[in-house]
């Protein structure tokens, strides 16, 4: 059968072992191999000795597909993990490779991790502090707390300097402390 024929069928659709050889990218003899080693996977078999796959087991084919081919487990380990883990868990995980297989347009396609999302509308949301977080007390208090070394000794300027370079360095440094103060205080609100 061909790969359009495949696709045309609904989700929920039972396919024929050449039908889900095509989906899954393997032969049909593949499929007969896997279920010989493994006893989860058992297709409907019609009259004649024809298979027909449940989505279900098209699902836990591809998950069985992503550990042996992508993976390279060897089939005893794949075998012990789903015994340890339970059917259902290969199912989930072909099910989710088969998610993230779907073309979408870029548009549609969420780059940021709900991790971030979740913590970014919360800082939205946040209303900006206008006083300092701890009291100058405070932290006057653990800077002195903290041990120091002994400041080393200053070396004494060379004789002549030319404290020309200095003036406009000096100059930088004040422009970028107001622009700091501006940006850090935010655009008035009237």
């Known amino acids: 059968?061909?790969?359009?024929?495949?696709?045309?069928?609904?989700?929920?659709?039972?396919?024929?072992?050449?039908?889900?050889?095509?989906?899954?990218?393997?032969?049909?003899?593949?499929?007969?191999?896997?279920?010989?080693?493994?006893?989860?996977?058992?297709?409907?078999?019609?009259?004649?000795?024809?298979?027909?796959?449940?989505?279900?087991d098209i699902e836990f084919l591809r998950g069985i597909k992503t550990l042996l081919h992508d993976e390279k487990h060897p089939i005893k380990d794949v075998q012990k993990l789903i015994q340890k883990k339970g059917a259902a868990r290969i199912a989930e995980l072909g099910r989710s490779v088969e998610k993230a297989a779907r073309e979408r347009p870029v548009a549609d396609t969420d780059l940021l991790p709900d991790r971030i999302k979740s913590v970014e509308s919360v800082i939205q949301t946040q209303p900006r502090?206008?006083?300092?977080?701890?009291?100058?007390e405070i932290v006057t208090a653990v800077v002195q707390s903290?041990?120091?070394?002994?400041?080393?000794?200053?070396?004494p300027p060379p004789a002549s300097v030319d404290k020309s370079g200095l003036q406009d360095a000096l100059a930088q440094l004040e422009s970028l402390k107001s622009k700091w103060g501006a940006f850090r205080d935010g655009p008035d609100e009237a």
Do not use: C, N
């Not at 502090?129 to 100058?136: C, F, G, H, S």
């Open 1 to 56: 059968m061909s790969q359009t024929k495949t696709a045309a069928k609904t989700t929920r659709a039972f396919r024929t072992i050449s039908e889900a050889g095509d989906e899954l990218g393997l032969q049909p003899h593949v499929l007969r191999f896997w279920e010989s080693k493994f006893s989860q996977i058992k297709p409907i078999k019609r009259g004649g000795g024809r298979r027909f796959y449940r989505p279900d």
């Open 129 to 136: 502090a206008t006083t300092p977080i701890a009291k100058p």
């Open 146 to 155: 903290i041990p120091t070394a002994p400041a080393p000794q200053p070396t």
